[in-house]
Nanobody, 127 residues
């Protein structure tokens, strides 16, 4: 069982930046493909970004965040990051970290692909 703990959320003005972190409690973190999802009130959980396991580092982004968000990982720290720039009010949501072992990144990646989830961190972007 892997525990994922997100941090870094908060309140930011439109156009600002935040960096989210997700720490994993596993010695085999490098074997996990990691992802970020988000869920706004009354909406479905939406895929944001994913990064493959090991040092392959292939990334995938949701259309709404391409060019603004960057996912990265530090296997030595068992941590995955989401750098969010040029934030918009529509980015307001609870952001969730997710992971699963040996998972291939693919264009239709969704919440059903991941077995392990964090409890989420709130990001609020004011206009």
């Amino acid at each position: 069982q892997v525990q994922l703990v997100e941090s870094g959320g908060g309140l930011v003005q439109a156009g600002g930046s935040l960096r989210l972190s997700c720490a994993a409690s596993t010695r085999t973190f490098s074997l996990y493909t990691m992802a970020w999802f988000r869920q706004a009130p009354g909406k479905e959980r939406e895929f944001v970004a994913a990064i493959t396991w090991m040092t392959i580092g292939t990334t995938l982004y949701g259309d709404s965040v391409k060019g603004r968000f960057t996912i990265s990982r530090d296997n030595a720290k068992n941590t995955v990051y989401l750098q969010m720039n040029s934030l918009k009010p529509d980015d307001t949501a609870v952001y969730y970290c997710a992971g699963d072992r040996f998972l291939a990144v693919h264009p239709k990646m969704g919440k059903g692909d991941f077995d392990f989830w964090g409890q989420g961190t709130q990001v609020t972007v004011s206009s």
